[in-house]
C-alpha cells in the first residue's frame, strides 16, 4: 500500500516566490504602474501529483490546496524598471486534500490542515515589460523555500487594473523525478497566484 503523505511544498514555494516578486505595465492615468502600492492579499492554488509503481501495481497521490492570505502587510515602489517590496508579510491558513489511487482506482482520502505565516521580508528585482499586460525577471527569480524545498524559477507574470487595485497573477508548472529506496518517483506540480495591490494616496 501506499505512504499518503500530502505534498504541500508547491504551495510554499508559490506564496514566498510571489510575495517577494512584482508586477508592470505602462499605462497613464489611474492605470500608470509606477509608484506606491500596499500589498492587500493573495490567492492561492495548487496541485502535485506524485506517481509510482512499487513494480505491481502503480500508486497515485494527488494533493490539492485553494487558500486566500489574511494579516497581510507591505509595500511595493515600483520605479520604471525596479520593483522594491518592504516589510512583506501574510498568513496561510488552509486544509490540503489529498486523494489516494491505487491502478486509478480511488481507494483513500486525506485532510491535513497546513498553516504558515511570512516574517516581514523585503527585497530588490529587476524587471521589463512585455507589452501591456505582462513584465518579465531578467534573470529569472529564484526563491528558496526551506527545509526540503526546490527553488522556482520565475521569469514573469500578467498583471490587471480595476480602478486602483492592481492584480498579478503567475503560474508555474513543473515536472521531476525522484529516486528513493529504489523506486522511481515522477511528481506534477501546478500552481497559481493571484496577487493584490491598492495604490497608496500620493503625497
Not at 34 to 45: A, I
Not at 115 to 132: D, E, H, I, M
Not at 158 to 184: C, P
Amino acid at each position: 500500500m501506499k505512504n499518503a503523505t500530502p505534498c504541500l511544498y508547491t504551495l510554499i514555494a508559490i506564496v514566498l516566490l510571489v510575495s517577494c516578486v512584482r508586477k508592470n505595465n505602462n499605462h497613464s492615468g489611474d492605470h500608470e504602474l509606477t509608484g506606491d502600492w500596499s500589498f492587500t492579499g493573495m490567492h492561492l492554488k495548487t496541485v502535485n501529483t506524485v506517481t509510482y509503481s512499487d513494480g505491481t501495481d502503480v500508486l497515485k497521490t494527488v494533493t490539492f490546496s485553494d487558500a486566500e492570505t489574511t494579516d497581510n502587510g507591505g509595500s511595493l515602489h515600483i520605479s520604471a524598471d525596479t520593483l522594491t517590496g518592504e516589510g512583506f508579510t501574510y498568513t496561510l491558513k488552509t486544509t490540503a486534500r489529498a486523494y489516494i489511487y491505487e491502478n486509478n482506482k480511488l481507494t483513500d482520502s486525506v485532510r491535513s490542515p497546513f498553516q504558515f505565516t511570512l516574517p516581514p521580508a523585503s527585497s530588490v528585482v529587476k524587471y521589463k515589460r512585455a507589452g501591456t499586460d505582462s513584465i518579465y525577471f531578467n534573470p529569472c527569480l529564484i526563491t528558496g523555500v526551506g527545509k526540503g524545498m526546490t527553488p522556482e524559477c520565475v521569469t514573469g507574470a500578467r498583471i490587471e487594473f480595476d480602478k486602483n487595485r492592481l492584480m498579478v497573477s503567475s503560474s508555474v508548472t513543473e515536472t521531476s523525478t525522484q529516486k528513493k529506496k529504489g523506486i522511481r518517483y515522477a511528481i506534477a506540480n501546478k500552481s497559481t497566484a493571484i496577487i493584490t495591490f491598492e495604490r497608496q494616496a500620493r503625497k
